[in-house]
């Protein structure tokens, strides 16, 4: 199957096509609708001592030699991932049936990182979350059943728990301070992407760097006006303004989304952008691109206030129906109905991120 959609201007032999998506060349998301899942939770088989440790969940996360994977494929397994192209750190509640007393045990206690798997047989299949057990609790439903949830995020450590500290001299750029906060931060991720323009961004003078770094990376986001997130253990700093097909990943190829493909009722106008509901999709990611024709779309309807606001027009659907993705929520029930992607997402520009994943912004 062909992910990558080229442009239908002709191109040379070494030159990128401009663009990524033809409108009106539609490919399958999948072409076999059987689900597949796997979900693996790590835990210490050792005890972890973290009386004398000044950081207790640095010490309790490190991976050591002696711990064990459970697959908890084999039991219901309810899930729901949110995974956004904002300051907010991906998370994901899952819940596990009827595991053994021992098991639960172990996990409640020793557990301390999840990898969910989710999607379709041979095609459409993915990794949808990994991130670091924050808090589990156990019940029972329906007076038979026990139920473990877990609670995870996606680069906790890095965001909550993590502080960075450094000096810079007169004449460093804003890449090299944001190699520096993945570098210098103890737990540090993986810097997957940074745009151009932080190259542009030259320091007058030195200075230094102190605190946690998502305050540090805010800042520097703000200044180019882009955004920046982590997604599975990954730092993306990105500009509104780079170019598609410059990001990494999937981020820039377009997913096709229609009735034949797994789209689901018709996809709403809000503030801003859409919203749309699809079949389970681990294609789709934060700031990946989508294309959902508009002829599908329910487009909103315009807002009458009083006389001295007037009448408050929405804004225009994309005229390519290219949508760039701000945020995705993956939910699903391997016994059960539920088996969805829930995308919110704005003209491909991006720009108007922050207002969409706000609900204090309106269109006033």
């Known amino acids: 199957m062909k992910d990558i959609f080229q442009n239908s201007e002709e191109t040379t032999e070494n030159e990128e096509p401009d663009t990524i998506y033809t409108p009106g060349y539609a490919v399958s998301s999948s072409l076999n609708w059987m689900r597949n899942y796997r979900l693996k939770v790590y835990y210490h088989t050792d005890k972890v001592d973290t009386k004398n440790s000044s950081n207790y969940y640095e010490t309790f996360s490190q991976e050591k030699s002696t711990d064990r994977v459970l697959d908890l494929s084999d039991f219901r397994i309810q899930f729901s991932v949110r995974r956004c192209a904002m300051y907010y750190p991906n998370q994901a509640v899952i819940s596990v049936y009827n595991l053994s007393a021992q098991t639960e045990s172990n996990i409640i206690s020793e557990g301390y990182r999840v990898i969910l798997e989710a999607g379709y047989k041979n095609v459409n299949y993915g ?48 890449r090299q301070q ?9 737990g540090a991720v993986t810097l997957k992407y940074a745009s151009p323009d932080l190259d542009k961004i030259v320091m007058s003078k030195g200075g230094a760097v102190y605190g946690q770094p998502k305050k540090t990376l805010s800042d520097i986001a703000k200044t180019i006006n882009g955004t920046w997130f982590i997604d599975n253990g990954e730092l993306y700093m990105i500009a509104y303004s780079d170019s598609a097909k410059n990001l990494p990943g999937n981020r820039k190829t377009a997913v096709e989304l229609s009735p034949s493909t797994g789209l689901l009722g018709n996809p709403q106008q809000v503030n801003y952008g859409i919203k749309a509901r699809c079949l389970l999709n681990p294609k789709l990611m934060p700031y990946g691109l989508i294309h959902i024709k508009n002829e599908y779309i329910t487009e909103q309807m315009v807002s009458v206030g009083s006389y001295s606001q007037g009448i408050t027009f929405p804004y225009t659907l994309d005229p390519n129906g290219m949508y760039r993705i701000c945020s995705i929520t993956f939910t699903g029930d391997n016994r059960g109905n539920e088996w969805y992607s829930d995308v919110t997402a704005v003209n491909q520009g991006g720009n108007m991120m922050a207002m969409l994943t706000d609900s204090s912004y309106t269109a006033n």
């Open 127 to 174: 990794q949808i979350f990994d991130g670091t057990v924050i808090q589990c609790n156990r019940y029972k439903q329906n007076g038979t059943d026990f139920v473990l949830n877990i609670l995870a995020i996606d680069g906790d450590q890095f965001l909550n728990e993590k502080m960075c500290s450094f000096s810079y001299e007169k004449g460093q750029t804003a």
């Open 178 to 186: 944001v190699q520096n906060i993945c570098s210098s931060t103890s």
